[in-house]
Structure formats: structure tokens, C-alpha cells
């Protein structure tokens, strides 16, 4: 059977900052869902299905946390659905919630996702306590920091390939009114002179710690081609897929994980793309520290092994390169966890829309967002493009 | 639809306490039982989907430790819901529908014993209003059975009525923790344990796992003799506030059942997850189930009630039953939240 065509038909976002003490958890993704809404041209009623994504409940402190917001998000008498796949949550999210239409059971459904980490501490939270084994690092950072080792000495990457990345990424950030940071003094120097955290990323390469929402609505074809006879153009689906692989497994690369590899081999086959880097306008990747951007630009596909820091060091990815990499200012510039993959996957959107403002790339017909969580284990991905599939 | 179908079912003995062995470990023997009645491993499964908490685990990202176990490599399909296995099953049943796999295993557990479960449940309400005074969910349930006994929609001996059968139906169920044989007005002049519901009113507190595949279309046919066909499946969810609700009634599990298709046919079995006596009656009336219907075979979440897990079991168990030939239509439901605030209805068949 055939799967039913689906489109992103509408986005929104939260202001994001380090604490959003003038909302609660329901007002933030209230704040989200509205504007998605807003830019979909429906309301509350014209929703079919909500599904909600979030990574751990102790961020917040209140256990599946989905049944509270319901009422904020709309949900009563509807079905409303719950994913939890670690950190690429927001991608899968909005997987889960596209399938929902591609299976034709729903023709308009709202996928939220969020943090709300100032409620906690999170790095000591995602510092995990496994009974009977050592603790053995502090921080995502601290559990990562290896791996990025690990790809400068495979590749010989230059020591300032990292600081390029968080620069064009920061900077980014600027051209994003709803990011966290904002630092339109930040330079090449004052990142090499930020503190060393987990050698060898520094303090300014490293994401910050968000509250924010994102929010986006699905349609089926026929939604979509009404708003696009509007005048409102829909990013239609391309292709979708996921994948995940084991923490511990003697096997695994965890500088080019094979779980990767097949995520996106799978959607460039969905979306008939052969060779990515010639095929695909813009991407927004999941990059919590700068180094991760030239690794995962390997991973997918853009370079060989070992040639992705060149990209960087090219200028390849930046806004104006040929082949830019989070326009939004990514995840260096906002990261409220559970809705860092959905707030990729929304960007990608955006641009193959012609919507995304001040980050906009000219001409942006195709674009990927891609998620991933865990130990570099769970991925996400979806293809988005301005012509139908 | 495409024809999709539950075809094995395994679940770990329910206990009070499994201290032996972690939540991994307890895990595994169902999921291996299922894959094993068919003769399957994890390399021939298309899709993977879960359901556990963090909270019961106490700590953060804790299905993930459980996937390692089940050994995804070389890399697979795989997703996960903060939510009972039910939910996991519905989320496999839609990726089925995409028609790109044709086989999928679902799972769930849960380790309710290493806290205080109706304390931990307090942390699902709203954090500012009503999570500080620590409501604890058998009170919340008292609150709901009184509502209904005010009405005089339901009797204390009814609800006895539904404690005794759900036990000693749970004597034929080699997996219960709770079974046993007192008539119903032995039961009534128990004290409340909080009024006006008795201690045999409420569920057990449970450890326990559970695991089944699903199939679709010819991939079932070719490797069981009567796979349990997915008729009908749909959940809908209510506000969190029982002030927002009705609590004598299930809106949400009405519609759930009406959007199944519960009365397109006769309900040979159905399988509840009423975790309290009262909302067995509840449910009763909201699916429009027939007095002929069995209902609760297994004794239900009356007789073992692991977390997460309850909702999943509802449907293994007229699966079981259907794949077996001592049912041919049946309905199973999930619920999730205080007093049946999220219900899942799925109907299952067998063949033609």
C-alpha cells in the first residue's frame, strides 16, 4: 500500500533562554503550538492528533508530563501520543506524528516538543548514575569529549576547526530572534581564550542549557495544497527514517556510527537524492559541541571520512557557503533538549518554505534535519523539499 | 487498513518485588518468549517500539539500558514512549500501516517495588496546584468510587462482586500474583482502606514485564495458524483535573470504543485494565459491552498490575485467547493517568 503524502503546513517556536520563569511548562509549549497554529491558519479544533516529545521527565520533575498538558495543548477528546527516544526526541516526534497522516489515520496533527531545564540541573542529570558502574565523566561534554579526540586524531583536523564551527554558528544565532544566545561581540580570539571544559571542547563551544518549545503541523496532501493555493507553501515530506544502535557493543564507531550511516542512506533513497552535497540546499544537524559538525557532516554523506573539517575550514558550510549548515545558529545557540531535534527539523522546514527571516538561504528548494541522541546511538532524519514527492 | 495481526504474546510472572534480578534482566525472558514461539530473533524484526519510565527506574533514559539488551546491531528501527506498552503497540501498528515492514516486537516493564508506588504517582499532577498536597492515587480512586456511589450508578456489592470474580478468575492465570476464592460478602465486612474503597478493591502492587510481535497480512498467516487480527485501534485522553471531568463516566473511552468499532459485532472477551473495582463498571458502560461478554479472564489489573506494562497485558491476554479458539472477537483497553484519564480500545479477531 501506497503511504499517503504529508507536509509541514505550519512552525512555531518559543523565545528560547536559559530560564522562561514567566511561563510554566504548559505555558511554554501553549506558547509553541499557538504560533504553529498561527502560521497553519487553524485552531485548536482544526487539530486531529497531538504528539508530544520531551527527553528525561526528571528535567522537569513531573512523571510523563503529557498527561498535565493536555488541556493546554488542546488534546481533550483527542489522541495524544507520547515519544521519548532520548536526545534526537524532537526528530522522532515529528516522525511518529508524520506517520499518523502517511498511514492515513489523522489529516492534521500538532507535534510539540520542549524543555524546560531551568527547572533542573541538567548536566549532572544527563550524568548517569548506572548502578554498580563508576562514574566515569560529568556531563554530556565529559562523555563525548573522547569521541571528538578521537576524530581529530583519525582525520589530522587542525586544533581550530571547532572554534570555526561555534564562530559561524554563533554568529548565525544573531540573524535568529527566537535563540538563546545572542553574542554579537564573540570573535575567533575570545572563543580560543574561553575556558577549557572537557578538553578539547571550551566553554564557547559547547550549547547552552534551554527553556523553549517548538511546535509543528502536519497536514495530508489535501491540507497542503489548500494552504499552498493560499499563498502559504508547504515543506512537503521527502523522506523520513530513524535508527538505533547499542551503547555498548565492541563494534559500534562512535565517530562515524553506522546507525547514522543508514539513517540518512535511507532518506536520500525516500527522496531519490544520489549525491547529498549536490542534491541538498541547506542542512540543520544536530551539533551540542562545534567539532560534532564536521563528524556528522561524514556521517551523512556530505564528505569522505576524514574530509569533512575541510568543509569547514572552506567556508563550505557557512550562510553564504555552499552548502550551509544550521542557519538557525543550531544547537550551540539553543538547546532545550527534548526540542533541539524538532527546532532542527523545523528550521529545515522553514527554509524550503522561504520563511526563515534574516537566516534565510536564497533559493533553499531541499533541505535536511537531522537529529540524533544517547551515546551518539539514536537518529533521526527527514528530508523537506518545495516540490511535491 | 492494512491487515495487521498480534501473533505471539510472552509476559514475566507478575511479583510483588523481583529483587534478584534487574529490570533488564526480568525483561528479557519475555521478550526472548516471544521471539522464540515463533521462531524469530531481533535481526528478523522491521520495527522495534517500547514503553517504560524513568520515574519508576529513577533514572533518567533508563529504556535505553533495556535496548542494549535486546541487542540492536547491526543498527535497527527502533523507537520509544513514556507510556504503557499499549501506546508502544499502537505506535507499531501505525508504522505497519506504512506498508515498508511486515514484522514488528513491542515490549514494556516496569519495577513499581523499589518505591512508594501511589507516592510516585502523585508526580503525574499538575506541580503547582495539586502535586504539593501529595494526593495519592488510591485516594484520588476513592474520590472517583465515592462520585459513583453517590450517583447510584454502582453499589459497594457490585464492586465486591468484581473484586471476588477478578481473583478467583486469576486462579486459572499462572502468571497472577493476586488470586484467590472468597465470595463477595466475606469481602464487604473488610474495613476501608480508604473509604469507600476496601483493600480488595485495589490493585496489587506488581514487578513484571511483557513482549509480543506483530505481523502483518502473509508474514502472520505463514508463521502462526490463527493470528489475532487488529480490527479496530484508537485512544483518546481527558484533562488531567478531575474537576474538568465527569468521574462517574469515560468520555475518552467511549469514543476510543466507538472509533474501534467495539459494537460492530459481538465481544466474546474483553480484557479491562481497571486498576480499581469500580472502574471496571466504569468501563463497562462506556464500551457498551453486553452481559454475555467475559470480561477479565486473566483477573485483570486486580490480579497483577505492573506499571506500564498492565495496558500491554490487556491485549496479550485476548490475543492469547483468540489464537487459541476460545474467543473469536474481543476487545482490550489501556488506560493511563488518575481515574482513567487516557483509555486505548483495540479489537482483535480472528480469522474470518
Same mark, same amino acid.
Given at each position: ?6 507536509a ?44 508530544v ?17 493536555a ?16 536526545g ?135 491540507v ?33 556510527p ?12 525516500q ?23 564536521p563528524m ?36 550551540l545557540?539553543?538547546?532545550p ?53 | ?42 535481526d ?66 516496569? /519495577?513499581?517495588?523499589?518505591? $512508594?508506588? +501511589?507516592?510516585?504517582?502523585t508526580?503525574?499532577?499538575? !506541580?503547582? #496546584?495539586?502535586?504539593? &498536597? ?90 502462526v ?5 487488529i ?15 465527569d468521574?462517574t ?9 466507538? /472509533?474501534?468499532?467495539?459494537? $460492530?459485532? +459481538? ?7 481497571? !486498576?480499581? #473495582?469500580?472502574?471496571? &463498571? ?31 497485558i ?6 492469547t ?9 474481543g ?22
Amino acid at each position: 500500500m501506497a503511504k499517503e503524502r504529508v507536509a509541514v503546513v505550519g512552525i512555531g517556536q518559543t523565545k528560547h533562554q536559559a530560564t522562561r520563569g514567566d511561563v510554566s511548562v504548559a505555558g511554554l509549549v501553549r506558547e509553541a503550538a499557538s504560533r504553529a497554529l498561527a502560521d497553519a491558519q487553524m485552531t485548536w479544533t482544526d487539530v486531529d492528533a497531538v504528539v508530544v516529545g520531551k527527553a528525561p521527565d526528571f528535567f522537569e520533575g513531573v512523571m510523563m508530563p503529557e498527561l498535565l498538558l493536555a488541556d493546554a495543548l488542546g488534546a481533550t477528546g483527542k489522541p495524544l501520543f507520547r515519544v521519548h527516544t532520548a536526545g534526537s526526541v524532537g526528530g522522532s516526534t515529528a516522525l511518529v506524528a508524520s506517520q499518523l497522516v502517511q498511514a492515513g489515520i489523522h489529516q492534521r496533527v500538532l507535534a510539540v516538543a520542549f524543555e524546560k531545564q531551568s527547572e533542573s540541573e541538567a548536566m549532572w542529570a544527563l550524568s548517569l548514575p548506572i548502578p554498580f558502574t563508576p562514574p566515569l565523566h560529568a556531563g554530556a561534554g565529559g562523555y563525548f569529549a573522547p569521541h571528538i579526540r578521537s576524530y581529530i586524531r583519525r582525520s589530522g583536523a587542525p586544533d581550530h576547526i571547532g572554534t570555526m564551527v561555534a564562530l559561524k554558528d554563533r554568529q548565525n544565532g544573531c540573524l535568529n530572534p527566537y535563540a538563546h544566545l545572542h553574542e554579537p561581540d564573540i570573535s575567533f580570539e575570545s572563543i580560543q581564550e574561553s575556558m577549557m571544559l572537557w578538553d578539547p571542547i571550551r566553554y564557547a563551544e559547547t550549547c547552552p542549557s534551554s527553556d523553549g518549545a517548538c511546535a509543528v503541523v502536519l497536514g495530508a496532501e489535501s491540507v497542503a495544497d489548500a494552504a499552498a493555493a493560499e499563498g502559504r507553501p508547504p515543506a512537503w515530506i521527502q523522506g523520513t527514517a530513524m535508527r538505533s544502535e547499542p551503547t555498548l557493543s565492541a563494534e559500534r564507531d562512535t565517530v562515524l556510527p553506522l546507525g547514522g550511516a543508514l539513517c540518512a542512506a535511507d532518506v536520500y533513497r525516500q527522496a531519490g537524492i544520489t549525491d547529498p552535497r549536490r542534491d541538498i540546499d541547506c542542512v540543520e544537524m544536530y551539533v551540542p559541541f562545534s567539532w560534532f559538525e564536521p563528524m556528522w557532516l561524514e556521517n551523512l554523506g556530505f564528505a569522505a571520512p576524514g574530509e569533512g573539517w575541510k568543509m569547514v575550514e572552506d567556508g563550505v558550510t557557512a550562510l553564504d557557503g555552499d552548502l550551509p549548515v544550521n542557519m538557525s545558529g543550531g544547537v550551540l545557540c539553543t538547546n532545550p533538549i527534548g526540542a533541539s531535534g524538532m527546532l532542527r527539523f523545523g528550521e529545515a522546514a522553514m527554509q524550503v518554505r522561504g520563511g526563515a527571516g534574516e537566516h534565510q538561504v536564497d533559493g533553499a528548494r531541499r533541505a535536511v534535519g537531522h537529529a540524533y541522541g544517547g551515546g551518539s546511538q539514536f537518529f533521526a532524519m527527514w528530508v523537506v523539499g518545495a516540490e511535491k514527492p | 487498513m492494512r491487515d495487521v495481526a498480534v501473533i505471539s504474546v510472552a509476559q514475566t510472572p507478575a511479583r510483588r518485588r523481583v529483587e534478584e534480578v534487574n529490570e533488564v534482566e526480568m525483561l528479557m525472558p519475555a521478550v526472548h518468549g516471544a521471539l522464540g514461539q515463533v521462531d524469530m530473533t531481533i535481526d528478523d524484526i522491521g520495527f522495534t517500539c517500547s514503553g517504560s519510565t524513568d520515574y519508576l527506574a529513577g533514572v533518567g533514559f533508563s529504556f535505553v539500558s533495556t535496548l542494549d539488551a535486546v541487542g540492536p546491531w547491526p543498527p535497527i528501527q527502533e523507537s520509544h514512549v513514556e507510556m504503557d506498552g499499549a501506546w508502544a503497540f499502537y505506535e507499531a501498528w501505525v508504522k505497519l500501516q506504512l506498508g515498508e515492514i511486515d514484522t514488528a516486537l513491542v515490549y514494556s516493564y516496569a /519495577k513499581s517495588s523499589p518505591g $512508594d508506588l +501511589p507516592m510516585v504517582l502523585t508526580r503525574q499532577l499538575d !506541580p503547582i #496546584t495539586v502535586g504539593p &498536597l501529595w494526593p495519592d492515587s488510591i485516594s484520588l480512586a476513592a474520590l472517583q468510587a465515592r462520585a459513583l456511589l453517590e450517583a447510584g450508578k454502582v453499589t459497594e456489592e457490585q464492586m465486591a462482586e468484581v473484586a471476588a470474580r477478578s481473583r478467583r478468575a486469576a486462579l486459572d492465570n499462572p502468571n497472577a500474583q493476586l488470586a484467590w476464592d472468597r465470595p463477595a460478602s466475606e469481602l464487604l465486612t473488610e474495613e476501608h482502606l480508604v473509604a469507600p474503597l476496601r483493600r480488595s478493591d485495589c490493585p496489587p502492587i506488581t514487578d513484571g514485564a511483557a513482549a509480543m510481535v506483530l505481523a502483518a497480512a502473509d508474514a502472520a498467516r505463514e508463521r502462526v495458524d490463527r493470528p489475532a487480527w487488529i480490527r479496530g485501534i484508537d485512544h483518546r485522553i481527558e484533562p488531567i483535573h478531575l474537576g474538568h471531568r465527569d468521574l462517574t463516566v469515560s468520555a475518552s473511552a467511549r469514543l476510543a470504543g466507538e /472509533k474501534a468499532g467495539v459494537a $460492530d459485532g +459481538p465481544v466474546d472477551v474483553a480484557e479491562l485494565h481497571a !486498576p480499581f #473495582t469500580h472502574q471496571e &463498571l466504569i468501563l463497562r458502560d462506556a464500551l457498551g459491552l453486553a452481559d454475555d461478554t467475559v470480561v477479565n479472564p486473566s483477573g485483570g489489573a486486580l490480579a497483577a498490575n505492573p506499571m506500564m506494562t498492565a495496558g500491554l497485558i490487556r491485549i496479550g491476554e485476548v490475543a492469547t485467547r483468540i489464537s487459541a479458539g476460545t474467543a473469536a472477537r474481543g476487545v482490550a483497553h489501556a488506560t493511563s493517568g488518575p481515574c482513567l484519564q487516557q483509555n486505548l480500545v483495540c479489537v482483535l479477531e480472528g480469522e474470518g
